[in-house]
């Protein structure tokens, strides 16, 4: 396993070892929020379009629980995932530690 992992702006950060990095997280990309009302969300069909708060080259926010971690691009994978959505970190919160 590396010692070191690359950030966004390609600078190398020495991988930290805890005894909780194996604990898997689950992380929340929210790519836009709506905001209708409970009529306008009674009244929606099959295929509605619902319009968000962002748009599509906004960056979109990372989240563990309640807390944002990061912000990044959503992207296509390529080879044996093609098709598959990801999402290219362009920013990290520092919240008083390392990611």
């Known amino acids: ?5 690359p950030d966004p702006a ?3 950060r020495p991988r930290t070892e805890t005894p909780f ?17 409970v009529g306008e969300l009674l009244h929606l ?3 509605a379009v619902l ?23 959503l992207m296509e994978m390529d080879g044996e995932n093609a098709g598959q959505l990801a999402v290219r970190l362009t920013e990290l919160m520092d ?4 990611l």
């Open 1 to 5: 396993m590396d010692d070191a992992m």
């Open 10 to 12: 390609g600078q190398t």
């Open 21 to 37: 990095a194996q604990v898997p997280i689950e992380i929340i990309v929210s790519v836009g929020r709506a905001h209708p009302t």
């Open 45 to 47: 069909d099959r295929e």
């Open 51 to 73: 319009p968000l708060d962002r748009r599509v080259e906004d960056p979109v926010d990372l989240y563990v629980g309640d807390r944002l971690i990061a912000r990044g691009e």
């Open 95 to 98: 919240f008083g530690g390392n």
